[in-house]
């Protein structure tokens, strides 16, 4: 079985590990360990019966949910089969332009989805971890922006965990024709501190948000995202797509999920003490470098190689972290871990503490 390319894969996990994929703790992948809320499988089961019926085709309760939950009108929003499947089209998009830039290192679904509709990538690197506006290009020349190039960028930022400041972004949307910021993992930031561009994108229509709602309230089995974008353009890609790519269940569960603002209280209040007891716990093994993250995961630097930590923790503590091998500009002194419950918190700690010392 080929080492996997993304976080979560607990069939070859457990081959590994020699035990069912049930028995592995998985902190490869980001997401809640608080949910699904009680609210959204509760709306699942009320739905069963809509499985007889396709789906509304235009979505209208879910979008307009989504609406007031972002003060939108409902045709700036189009739901999707994940966020994946709207990245599809956002690729497309790019692939028009003479180039997009990608801010490297990058999710790899965002290189998958360019490369299918054959864009020119240029990557956009960080400088350990951190995003410095003004780097140079891949090619070591400073990003040359013009009305035919493209941005693709999420915030808070995948595998380092980084929040760029709005006001960070803001000036590329002058610099760019298309600027696509994906917000999977905003959620996880408390409404204080976020840095989501959905109330300016009213008036931007060259900028598109992704938003996932599987990480935050731990539904990825549902496939579930949706796009901020001028309807223009949400329009389009509705044309391109098949019809229905949101089931019946999945939209049920959204509207639930968004309205259980009991649910999104106590994420935050979790988060917020788990993620610095589990970055101060790393801190503390010999070896290790956590980086300070706003999403529900750490990046962590290793002097060790994270392929032979990883394959360890699995048949010593069957714990499943992140490498990082799939991401060129990391490598094999790097890997994420997801931040858990306390309980499974201190598992990996101590799981770690065992190989490295």
């Known amino acids: 079985m080929n080492r996997p390319k993304h976080g979560g894969n607990l069939a070859w996990a457990a081959a590994l590990a020699g035990c069912p994929p049930s028995a592995i703790v998985d902190f490869s992948a980001s997401i809640s360990p608080l949910g699904p809320p009680e609210s959204v499988l509760a709306a699942i089961v009320a739905h069963l019966q809509d499985m007889r019926a396709y789906p509304d085709p235009d979505y209208s309760e879910l979008r307009a949910t989504l609406a007031v939950a972002h003060h939108l009108p409902s045709d700036w929003i189009l739901p999707g089969n994940g966020s994946a499947e709207l990245l599809t089209w956002a690729a497309r998009e790019l692939s028009q332009l003479e180039a997009t830039y990608l ?52 915030n808070p930022h995948n595998p380092t965990g980084k929040l760029f400041l709005r006001e960070t972004i803001l000036p590329l949307l002058q610099q760019f024709a298309l600027v696509v910021v994906d917000e999977a993992f905003m959620d996880f930031v408390p409404p204080h501190q976020q840095q989501s561009l959905i109330p300016l994108v009213q008036e931007y229509p060259n900028l598109v948000i992704l938003r996932s709602l599987t990480k935050f309230y731990s539904l990825p089995g549902l496939r579930l995202g949706y796009a901020i974008a001028h309807p223009n353009r949400l329009q389009q890609w509705q044309q391109w797509r098949d019809p229905w790519p949101v089931n019946v269940l999945a939209a049920a569960a959204a509207v639930a999920a968004l309205q259980d603002q009991a649910f999104e209280q106590l994420s935050w209040n979790w988060l917020g003490v788990a993620r610095p007891q589990l970055f101060h716990g790393l801190a503390q093994l010999p070896g290790l470098h956590p980086y300070p993250g706003a999403a529900n995961f750490l990046l962590v630097k290793s002097e060790q190689s994270s392929v032979l930590i990883q394959e360890k923790l699995l048949k010593q503590s069957r714990i499943l972290i992140r490498d990082c091998v799939s991401f060129p500009e990391l490598g094999d002194r790097f890997f994420r871990v997801a931040v858990r419950s306390p309980t499974d918190n201190q598992s990996l700690i101590a799981g770690l503490a065992q190989i490295l010392h």
């Not at 400088?127 to 960028?153: F, H, Y």
């Open 103 to 154: 801010v490297t290192p990058a999710f790899g679904d965002y290189l998958r989805a360019l490369k299918a509709f054959k864009a020119k990538v240029l990557k956009w690197p960080l400088v350990d971890g951190l995003w410095v506006m003004g780097n140079k290009d891949e090619a070591g020349q400073l990003p040359i922006t013009n009305s035919r190039t493209g941005l693709l960028v999420n």
